[in-house]
């Protein structure tokens, strides 16, 4: 089973890269990154085109692209090639996560990854 991870705030990029940042509960510097670099892909072979998610565990440098992501009411479902993560977004606050949608509908408007709201 997966642990709950609690989620503090969640930022966004927008610029050349786009970026969807949950920060993680007890210290925000833990932070989960979803990254799309748009003006990049097409220098990549199709198979690594997508969102990036680098691991939470600094030691762990393989590549992990996002498969699947289901937002929930409290709760968000993250599913890459490698791992899974269960976070809980109750207690942050709504404008961000309006804003954190409207980039991940960004990022992912080629359909790389399979994107569900609640």
């Known amino acids: 089973m997966t642990n709950v991870l609690r989620v503090q705030f969640v930022s966004v990029e927008e610029g050349p890269d ?19 670099s748009p003006h990049l892909e097409y220098t990549l072979v ?6 990036r998610v680098p691991p939470l565990d600094s030691g762990d440098q393989a590549q992990d692209l996002l498969q699947a992501l289901s937002w929930g009411e409290s709760f968000v479902v993250i599913r890459t090639e490698r791992h899974q993560y269960q976070l809980d977004v109750s207690s942050v606050d709504p404008g961000d996560i309006a804003t954190a949608k409207q980039v991940l509908r960004r990022m992912s408007v080629d359909g790389t990854a399979h994107i569900e709201w609640a």
């Open 46 to 51: 199709e198979e690594d085109r997508g969102i």
């Open 18 to 36: 786009l970026s969807v940042n949950f920060a993680l509960w007890p210290r925000a510097h833990d932070t989960l990154v979803l990254l799309r």
